[in-house]
Every structure is written in structure tokens, then in C-alpha cells.
């Protein structure tokens, strides 16, 4: 009698759905917001519309590609990944395009790419990497202070650039992954009393002239309401003006009016909450929702620790974007440029997501079981 270890091939469909859901959510979303400037996407292949359906196309292929590839082939590569990431955002500095005020960019065959969309995913492979091959010692200091030194690299590169929401993210995927870990709850403590305690000098002593104004404008838009605080007050006025049901699709006069300003970028869920009401805003809640809890799903049936905190670097990356770009919109947070999952207009953002749904796909379909023969 002996034992085998098979792959057991699974999908989750479920997931690959509140993807896709989420994803036409957004376009819809995108065709509305850029009607008034745009109007048909039938017109021009560089409508945003066409575009974000392009960009969609080839995530879905990087995601059905690496769900074929055994997530634990990642591992040996996680350090050259992270090696190359970390180069990709010293090359943004150098010669990226400047926008709003950063460096964000490289432009590629004139569409804009942002290494730190890439750079997070290969972060959360290397803290897998790091806390499986560190699983006996998870404990010690000197792996929690290890992973903190992972994460913060990218992040100071970032911030750098800067860019506070996208820098944070590295903070936030680290944390969720060493308390998953098994990190001691005494270095937890520690560590959130030494921010708690450096936060509002280091936020003063890196904050930039636009992100203080950003700040003054989040707290008193109303000093500025044709000026910095235009897009929170608008913003405002969209999502309490849309009520139950909203004013419907196309029919937002915030939105059509061209009132509010990114629309289909960091204010694409004012523009829904407008048009589609709260019962669009619970819709898209809850393929969120769905999506967040299928990565735990997985998390859970994963063979091993690398195939464990895959999932939940992704789940809380995503998390966190939701979070801040909804807490924009609603003026829970001051205005950064994080872009909503799958739904805000963007190549890399949605490419990259949809890739590391591949991973996670990968990591269930992977498994081993054991079999009598």
C-alpha cells in the first residue's frame, strides 16, 4: 500500500466570476465617467473604455498563464523578482513621467506603466518566501525586524517618488502577512508603539508642500471649493445626491457634467454611488466581499506556508486599496492616488491584479492530495 501525493487541479470559479464582475463593473463605470469628453467607445481605439477592455484581455491571460504554473516555482524566483522590482522603481525615478506632482510612470509605447503596481506583488512573494523559509524562527526578532527591512525598501523607494497611499500598501501587506506568520504579539506591541510614537514627526518631516495641502484641503475643503477642495466637495455632493437607487447610468449630472474631475480613475465609485444608487454601492461591495473571502478560501487549503501567504498578501493588498479609495471618496481619508481593484481605469493596476489572482488560483489548483494505490 502506498501513498502519492497528486495535484488535485482545482479552479475557483466563484473567484474568477466576482473578478470578471467586478471588472465589467468597472468599464461600465469608466463609459459613463468619460462619456461627456469621450462619447462612444465605437469612435476611437483610445477611448478609455477600449482601452481598459484591452488591458483587461491580457490580465485575464496573464492570470489564466499563471494559474497553470506551479505557485511553488515562485519561491527560487522571489529574490530575483523582488531584485527586479526594486530596480524598476529606481528606473521610475530616474526618468519616469511626472504627473500631479510625483514621478509615478514610465511610459511605454504611450501608456503609462507604474512599477510599484508590480513592486507589491513581488513584495508579497518575497514575505512569503522569507516567513516559509523562516517558519521554525517566525518568532524571533530578528525575522520580524528581516521582513520589516523587505518591506520598507519599496516603500521608502516609493515614497520617494512620492507617493504616500501607494507607499503605505507595503506596510499594510507586511503587517496582515508576520501576524498571519505567527509573529510574537510582544514585537507586534512594540512595533505599534514606535510608530505611534515617530507617525506624526515622520509624517511632517517627509510630507511634501502638495500632500500638507492635500491634508488642509481634506479637513476644510470648503477654504478652496474651486480649487483643492473641488473634487471632495463634488465628490460629496455625487454620492449623497444618488440616494437608494441612484439617478441612473449615464443620467449623473455630477458625473455628466464633468463636475467631477478623475472620474474614472481615484472618483469612479462617486460616479456609481451617483448613477446606481446605494444599491450599486452594495453590489459592488459584495463582489469585493466575495473576492476577499475566496482568498482566504484558498489561504485555508494551502499545503504549505509559502502557498498560505500568498493568498493573504494579495487579499490584504486589495483590501487596502478598497478601503483607501472608497475612504477618498467618501472623505473617511485624505485624497491619494490609489486606484478602487479592477474597477478604476488603469493598465498596470488591473494587468497586475488579475495576475496575482492567477497566483492565487495557482496555489488551489497545486495542492497536493494524498492517494491510496
Not at 63 to 91: E, H, K, Q, W
Not at 133 to 159: H, M, T, Y
Not at 258 to 272: A, E, K, M, N, P
Not at 311 to 335: K, S
Amino acid at each position: 500500500m502506498n501513498l502519492r501525493n497528486t495535484p488535485t487541479r482545482e479552479f475557483d470559479f466563484i473567484l474568477l466570476l466576482a473578478a470578471l464582475g467586478l471588472t465589467a463593473y468597472g468599464a461600465l463605470l469608466i463609459y459613463s465617467g468619460s462619456l461627456a469628453t469621450y462619447g462612444s467607445p465605437a469612435q476611437a481605439f483610445a477611448h478609455p473604455v477600449s482601452r481598459q477592455l484591452l488591458f483587461a484581455a491580457i490580465g485575464l491571460a496573464a492570470m489564466v498563464l499563471l494559474t497553470r504554473i506551479d505557485y511553488r516555482l515562485f519561491a527560487p524566483a522571489s529574490l530575483a523578482l523582488y531584485i527586479l522590482s526594486i530596480a524598476g522603481l529606481l528606473f521610475v525615478l530616474a526618468v519616469g513621467a511626472s504627473a500631479y506632482g510625483s514621478r509615478r510612470w514610465i511610459v511605454v509605447a504611450g501608456t503609462q506603466v507604474q512599477p510599484s503596481e508590480i513592486a507589491k506583488i513581488c513584495t508579497v512573494l518575497m514575505l512569503a518566501k522569507f516567513f516559509s523559509d523562516n517558519e521554525q524562527r517566525v518568532g524571533s526578532l530578528r525575522v520580524f525586524l528581516g521582513s520589516l527591512a523587505i518591506a520598507a525598501v519599496p516603500a521608502a523607494l516609493v515614497l520617494v517618488e512620492p507617493d504616500l497611499g501607494s507607499a503605505l500598501v507595503f506596510g499594510v501587506i507586511w503587517l496582515g502577512m508576520v501576524i498571519v506568520a505567527g509573529a510574537r504579539p510582544l514585537h507586534l506591541a512594540g512595533f505599534a508603539l514606535a510608530v505611534a510614537a515617530l507617525l506624526p514627526v515622520a509624517i511632517y518631516a517627509i510630507s511634501h508642500d502638495y500632500q500638507r495641502g492635500r491634508i488642509d484641503s481634506w479637513l476644510h475643503p470648503e477654504k478652496d471649493p474651486l480649487g483643492a477642495g473641488f473634487n471632495i466637495l463634488q465628490a460629496e455632493i455625487s454620492i449623497g445626491s444618488g440616494g437608494l437607487f441612484g439617478k441612473g447610468f449615464t443620467h449623473g449630472t455630477q458625473t455628466q457634467l464633468d463636475y467631477l474631475r478623475t472620474q474614472t480613475t481615484d472618483y469612479i465609485f462617486s460616479v456609481g454611488a451617483e448613477e446606481l444608487g446605494f444599491i450599486g454601492a452594495m453590489l459592488l461591495f459584495g463582489l469585493f466581499i466575495v473576492l476577499l473571502f475566496r482568498c482566504v478560501r484558498v489561504a485555508g487549503l494551502a499545503d504549505d506556508a509559502f502557498g498560505r501567504l500568498i493568498p493573504v498578501g494579495i487579499m490584504v493588498l486589495i483590501l487596502y486599496h478598497v478601503f483607501v479609495n472608497i475612504g477618498v471618496n467618501i472623505r473617511l481619508v485624505p485624497v491619494t492616488g490609489v486606484p478602487l481593484p479592477l474597477v478604476s481605469q488603469g493598465g498596470s493596476s488591473l494587468i497586475t491584479v488579475l495576475g496575482a489572482l492567477g497566483i492565487v488560483q495557482s496555489v488551489l489548483g497545486h495542492r497536493r492530495k494524498r492517494r491510496r494505490t
